[in-house]
């Protein structure tokens, strides 16, 4: 839950979603659509589906319990170096680094060379012995994580109070790394029409290229063209921001009774289905219309 997304949102979704499902049998045994309900909100959804393919995997092929090695982990879904190396520090305390961006930063500010110049296995391998010279490797791979999150932050690190201090080229040099990296933004514009009923009905489909939100049920997404909008009504303009993209949305509407074979009717009001805030913001504007 915390890829991507801050502490303060994931608290209560973690919360509430540990109660629901305190053990990965329990999640092994629930379904896609009740865990995305519950993730609704929090975005960057294929964590969530890749969370259930785990589970399932875990229990059938691992006797629920975890691989115990960075190859067999990572045949996980979704389980990269990153997260696999997190997984066998924190539960089997093993000597390990989860390379994160907080993680990179550190040693890039301790070395003050660029990232980029950092091949960071062969510096983590080659200074093995120095770097999990302890016996709590679980609480080293949490604390290095926390130690760029709260001391070498990413913005105005805290280098007087800072325990590395002495030996950090950062913290000594006149000349000093450049370790923020501004986000960049795509802009797009897209065109969305949408279909709709008298019965307070939208037309959906599954079948998409919008890549983000692959294998959700959306109206007609297109890049817009010019022309492409005769015969629908605009609704609305308006901006959506999803990770690095910077959508500019033209919301067109019509009512017809007839709709494209791949789309079926879906109720502007159900409140059972799961329903990504990229489309809640959809049905929100069009509700209006009734
Ligand atoms: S001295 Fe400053 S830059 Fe160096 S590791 Fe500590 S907080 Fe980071």
Same mark, same amino acid.
């Given at each position: 839950?915390?890829?991507?997304?801050?502490?303060?949102?994931?608290?209560?979704?973690?919360?509430?979603?540990?109660?629901?499902?305190?053990?990965?049998?329990?999640?092994?045994?629930?379904?896609?659509?009740?865990?995305?309900?519950?993730?609704?909100?929090?975005?960057?959804?294929?964590?969530?589906?890749?969370?259930?393919?785990?589970?399932?995997?875990?229990?059938?092929?691992y006797k629920g319990k975890l691989p115990k090695t960075l190859d067999e982990i990572k045949k996980l879904p979704g389980i990269g170096d990153y997260t696999g190396s997190a997984l066998l520090g924190l539960v089997y305390d093993q000597p390990r680094i989860a390379l994160d961006g907080?993680?990179?930063?550190?040693?890039?500010?301790?070395?003050?060379?660029?990232?980029?110049?950092?091949?960071?296995?062969?510096?983590?391998?080659?200074?093995?012995?120095?770097? @999990?010279?302890?016996?709590?490797?679980?609480?080293?791979?949490?604390?290095?994580?926390?130690?760029?999150?709260?001391?070498?932050?990413?913005?105005?690190?805290?280098?007087?109070?800072?325990?590395?201090?002495?030996?950090?080229?950062?913290?000594?040099?006149?000349?000093?790394?450049?370790?923020?990296?501004?986000?960049?933004?795509?802009?797009?514009?897209?065109?969305?029409?949408?279909?709709?009923?008298?019965?307070?009905?939208?037309?959906?489909?599954?079948?998409?290229? @919008?890549?983000?939100?692959?294998?959700?049920?959306?109206?007609?997404?297109?890049?817009?063209?010019?022309?492409?909008?005769?015969?629908?009504?605009?609704?609305?303009?308006?901006?959506?921001?999803?990770?690095?993209?910077?959508?500019?949305?033209?919301?067109?509407?019509?009512?017809?009774?007839?709709?494209?074979?791949?789309?079926?009717?879906?109720?502007?009001?159900?409140?059972?289905?799961?329903?990504?805030?990229?489309?809640?913001?959809?049905?929100?504007?069009?509700?209006?219309?009734?």
């Amino acid at each position: 839950m915390l890829q991507q997304t801050q502490v303060k949102t994931v608290l209560p979704y973690f919360k509430k979603f540990t109660k629901k499902f305190p053990t990965l049998e329990s999640l092994s045994k629930s379904n896609e659509k009740q865990i995305l309900k519950m993730w609704e909100g929090l975005g960057y959804y294929r964590r969530a589906r890749n969370l259930y393919a785990c589970s399932k995997q875990i229990i059938t092929l691992y006797k629920g319990k975890l691989p115990k090695t960075l190859d067999e982990i990572k045949k996980l879904p979704g389980i990269g170096d990153y997260t696999g190396s997190a997984l066998l520090g924190l539960v089997y305390d093993q000597p390990r680094i989860a390379l994160d961006g907080n993680v990179k930063r550190i040693f890039a500010r301790n070395l003050n060379k660029k990232e980029a110049k950092i091949d960071f296995n062969k510096l983590v391998n080659s200074n093995s012995k120095m770097l @999990f010279n302890t016996k709590r490797d679980a609480d080293f791979v949490e604390a290095l994580m926390e130690f760029g999150a709260l001391i070498c932050r990413p913005k105005d690190p805290k280098c007087v109070v800072c325990c590395l201090n002495k030996t950090c080229k950062y913290f000594k040099s006149s000349k000093k790394i450049r370790t923020t990296s501004k986000k960049m933004f795509k802009n797009k514009n897209y065109d969305i029409f949408c279909f709709l009923n008298k019965k307070k009905q939208i037309a959906l489909t599954k079948k998409n290229d @919008f890549g983000f939100l692959k294998n959700f049920n959306l109206p007609m997404i297109k890049e817009s063209k010019e022309n492409s909008n005769r015969n629908w009504k605009l609704l609305n303009n308006y901006n959506n921001s999803i990770s690095n993209l910077k959508l500019n949305i033209n919301l067109y509407y019509k009512f017809s009774n007839k709709i494209p074979s791949e789309y079926s009717w879906h109720s502007l009001d159900d409140k059972k289905e799961f329903i990504p805030s990229f489309t809640k913001k959809i049905f929100k504007q069009i509700s209006n219309l009734f």
